[in-house]
Structure formats: structure tokens, C-alpha cells
């Protein structure tokens, strides 16, 4: 193998490099796995194009590199191509994440010549019954028809499979649809237990005999494939005993905006409990970055306790996820239960347990929806 | 790892398409962007990028480069070479038929 050794490895230099809009939470599927908050429909004063184009020129001036406009569906919103089109005008390299679902060819051409640079669709399954089954709507078919038309206009594809024990064991019929549409990168996306995941963990976790033989097709179709297909598979942190590198750190490179103009270090930091968000509406991006106290939190190591504060990986993985850390024990700041050296490592041993527990009852998958489920009660 | 390449000389290598490069002044450095990912390259490997356009033969691309760093090492070639060779494992650059 030919040794690279010119990359120099990337950091902000203080500064994010991601900019994730989270352009509305609307969305027409019903993915039990949905990374939006439980209680996303409370949420209904989105930004609107004049505010989504002041939050990509301040990002742009703070040294942002990739732009990903995201939802919630994101086409739902009929403003997509002009925000492109600023977006490109300002210099960043625009990833679009959709379903699919409305991606007609009128719009697939107008993000075209606006000049977006690739689109991620997601994908369920390579069998419409259980595709449909999953996102609680008839998508299979749109989603195909919507992936050969995303090639034929010439766009580099990442197909987004989230993994779950309902879908993982079709791992090798998946590759080979993904071979067959040419996609250029395929993401099997294990699954992060935030939000709509955790509410149905138990019934999503793959069990670890699974995830192996799902590596193993993995390995065997990288082999095959070469450099015509990038396959990305990364074992979930409740198997792997080691942390995520959660954002590569708090408020380290990171800037999501949600549809309401709350600005996150990542899209999941809500769950966070007591801890004041700013909002675009009332501070400038640099300033929220730069200045305020909530993305100035976790950085550095200062918070840190022990294991973390003296362990040799504390450079590398950042103490894991502050949101995991918070759900699975109720302090943030705690290392992630994810890691074998955490002491709530039981935490998710018992989750890993419950969830492969021979002759344990399976309960309904609960979809997202309005009205499904009350956070009232929930501390929300 | 044998000092061979397979890159020749009269080979002329083009950025591949599906990945942008370009001059990043906030990170005062040329970088590849691609689907959800940047590189950010040194100076060296931003230099024969740059030179990455389809038209140039790697022989000229070498001679070009010579001429702007005329202290370098003398194994210039070797890894300029070298360089070509993994960035076309990793998919950054095509040679052009």
C-alpha cells in the first residue's frame, strides 16, 4: 500500500468547520429511530430564509467548510435551492440529507445548477415491506426511483442505511443494492440512542452476533469493491467499549442550528437537561461560539472527572458523549457509560443484556409521530 | 515497499470530480472536500495538486515544481511520484486518458 503521509490532520483551529442546519423538524416519515426531540411538534416558529442566510454568512466567516442542510425532511421546506444557491455563492461544500421524499426532478435540477455538491438519502432496507414497514409510510419505491435520479444528474451519493436488528442481517442484500444504483459511499449507520432511539432501544439493538457478521460481509464487500464503493461501518459504542469521539468534542468543530434558531454543539444536546441554549435570533453566531457559556462548557478538560481526567485516550476521545453521559446517569459531565473504564459501564451492559434477553417480551415499536407519546410528565 | 510507482511520467492526473479543491484562506491552506468530509493538505501536497488540471504530464508537473523550490532534495521525483500514487488510492486524483 502506498503511504499518504501529507494530510496534516484537521482541526478548527478553534474555529467549526460543520455547519448543520436542521432546516424544520416536518417530516413525512415516521422513523422510530428519529434523532429530533420527543416533543418536536411543540416546535413550530422555524427560521426563515432571511435568518437561514445570515446563519451560513456568519458561519462562513467563522471558518465553516461543510454545510449540511438536514430536518426533519428538509425538502419540506420550498426555500432549499435558494439557500443553496447563497450557500455555494459563499464558498461552502453543501451536503443535502433527505429522505427522498420530494425530491421531484424539477427540484433535483434547480439543486443542481444552485451548485449543491451531494446528496445523502436515506434507506431503510433492499425490501419495500420491511422500508415501509419502518419508516410507517409506502417511501421504498420513491426512495429508488429518487436514488437513480440523483446519479443520473451526475451527484456524488452517500446512501444512509440506519442499522437496527430488524434490517442488519440484510447487510449483504444491501450492498449489493447500493452496488447496483451506484452509490458512491454507503454509511450503515449503527443507530445512536438519543431521543425517538432510546424510547424503543430495546427492540432496535442489534445483538453482537449480528453486528459481527455484519462486519464480516462488510469486509468482504470493501475487498470486492475497491475504491468504486467507500463503505463506512462503524461498530455502536454499546458493543465497542470505548466512547465515540462524540463531535470530535464539545464545541470543537460542531455548529448545529435547529429549526427554531437554537444554536447546539451537537444535534442531540437538548436532552441535556438545565443547560441554557442561545438562539441565532438574539446572538450572533460568533458570539454564541466564541463567548457563550453553554459551548464553552466541555471544552478543554477542565470538567473532567476521573477516569477521563487522567486517562492516556482523554486526547482522543473527549470523554465520549456529554448527551449519553446525562441520559444514561444523570450528569453530563461523567465519563460516557459507553466506556469500559466509566463506572456506569453497567449502565449499558444491562441495556446490552435486556435488550438479547432470551424469551424477553417484544414490545411495539413506537414511530414518530405527533401526538404518539407525552413528554408532560417527562421533565421536558 | 519497493521505490517503484506505478504513476509515469507521461501520465497527466486530474482532480476526480467528485471531490473539490480548492484554497481555504480561513485555514491558509489548500483543502480536498468531499461528502462530509475536508483534508487539509501541506504545502506540498496543495503545490502538485494544484498542478492536478489534466493538462500537465507528471514530468512537467516535476520540472514546474523544481523550478518554485529549487533547494529541494534531489529525490524530488521519487516523491512526487510516490504522492500521485496514494492520492489515486485514495480516490483524490484520476489520470486522464
Redesign the interface.
Known amino acids: ?10 482541526d478548527g ?1 478553534g ?1 467549526p ?1 460543520w455547519l448543520l442546519l436542521e432546516l424544520t423538524y416536518r417530516c413525512p416519515l415516521k422513523c422510530a429511530w428519529c434523532n429530533n426531540p420527543l416533543d418536536f411538534d411543540h416546535y413550530r416558529n422555524e427560521l426563515t430564509t432571511e435568518e437561514w442566510m445570515r446563519v451560513m454568512r456568519e458561519g462562513r466567516e467563522l ?1 465553516a ?2 454545510l ?1 442542510l438536514s430536518g426533519g425532511e428538509p425538502m419540506m421546506r420550498r426555500d432549499v435551492e435558494t439557500l443553496v444557491a447563497e450557500a455555494s455563492r459563499l ?1 461552502y ?1 453543501t ?1 443535502l440529507i433527505t429522505s427522498g421524499i420530494g425530491l421531484d426532478s424539477d427540484r433535483l435540477q434547480a439543486l443542481k445548477d444552485t451548485g449543491l ?2 446528496i ?1 438519502l436515506s434507506i431503510q432496507s433492499c425490501d419495500e415491506a420491511l422500508n415501509d414497514e419502518l419508516v410507517g409510510t409506502r417511501a421504498f419505491e420513491v426512495k429508488l426511483d429518487v436514488a437513480r435520479r440523483i446519479k443520473a444528474h451526475g451527484f ?1 451519493m ?1 446512501l444512509n442505511v440506519p442499522v437496527c436488528r430488524q434490517n442488519i442481517d440484510q447487510a449483504p442484500k444491501i450492498l449489493a443494492m447500493a452496488e447496483e444504483l451506484s452509490v ?2 454507503l454509511e450503515f449507520a449503527n443507530l445512536q440512542y438519543y431521543n425517538w432511539a432510546m424510547l424503543n432501544r430495546e427492540e432496535l439493538l442489534p445483538s453482537r452476533a449480528q453486528l459481527q457478521r455484519a462486519e464480516v460481509d462488510v469486509r468482504a464487500a470493501r475487498q470486492r469493491l475497491g ?1 468504486r464503493m ?1 463503505i463506512y461501518f462503524v461498530v455502536p459504542d454499546y458493543y465497542d467499549g470505548r466512547p465515540k469521539a462524540c463531535m470530535n468534542g464539545w464545541g470543537s468543530i460542531h455548529f448545529t442550528i435547529a429549526p427554531d434558531g437554537t444554536a447546539l454543539p451537537c444535534q442531540e444536546a437538548r436532552v441535556i437537561k438545565g443547560l441554557a441554549f442561545p438562539s441565532v435570533r438574539n446572538a450572533s453566531l460568533e458570539w454564541i461560539w466564541k463567548d457563550s457559556p453553554t459551548f464553552n462548557l466541555f471544552r478543554g478538560e477542565a470538567w473532567m472527572k476521573e477516569p477521563c481526567r487522567t486517562c492516556s485516550d482523554r486526547t482522543r476521545d473527549f470523554g465520549g458523549c456529554r448527551c449519553q453521559a446525562f441520559m444514561l446517569t444523570g450528569d453530563a459531565s461523567n465519563p460516557d457509560p459507553a466506556c469500559s473504564l466509566s463506572p456506569h459501564h453497567y449502565v449499558v451492559r444491562e441495556a446490552v443484556a435486556e435488550a438479547n434477553a432470551p424469551g424477553r417480551w417484544p414490545r411495539p415499536l413506537v414511530r414518530r409521530q405527533a401526538g404518539a407519546i407525552t413528554t408532560a410528565f417527562a421533565g421536558e | ?1 519497493a521505490d517503484e ?1 506505478r504513476v509515469q511520467i507521461e501520465e497527466r492526473y486530474e482532480i476526480h470530480p ?1 471531490f ?1 479543491f ?1 484554497w ?1 484562506p ?2 491558509e ?1 489548500y ?1 480536498l ?10 504545502q ?2 496543495g503545490e502538485i495538486l494544484r498542478r492536478c488540471t489534466g493538462r500537465m504530464s507528471v514530468s512537467d508537473l516535476i520540472a514546474d515544481l523544481k523550478a518554485m523550490f529549487p533547494e529541494a532534495d534531489a529525490d524530488m521525483d521519487r516523491s512526487v511520484r ?2 500521485l ?3 489515486n ?3 483524490w486524483v484520476r489520470s486522464k486518458a
Open positions: 500500500m502506498p503511504k499518504d503521509g501529507s494530510e496534516v490532520r484537521l483551529q474555529n468547520l471558518g467548510l461543510q449540511g464558498g461544500y451536503n455538491n451531494q445523502q456524488p452517500v458512491d459511499y475504491k467507500t | 515497499m510507482t467528485q473539490l480548492r481555504e480561513s485555514q491552506a483543502v472536500l468531499y461528502p462530509e468530509g475536508i483534508v487539509k493538505l501541506n506540498t501536497a510516490a504522492f500514487e496514494a492520492a488510492a485514495k480516490g
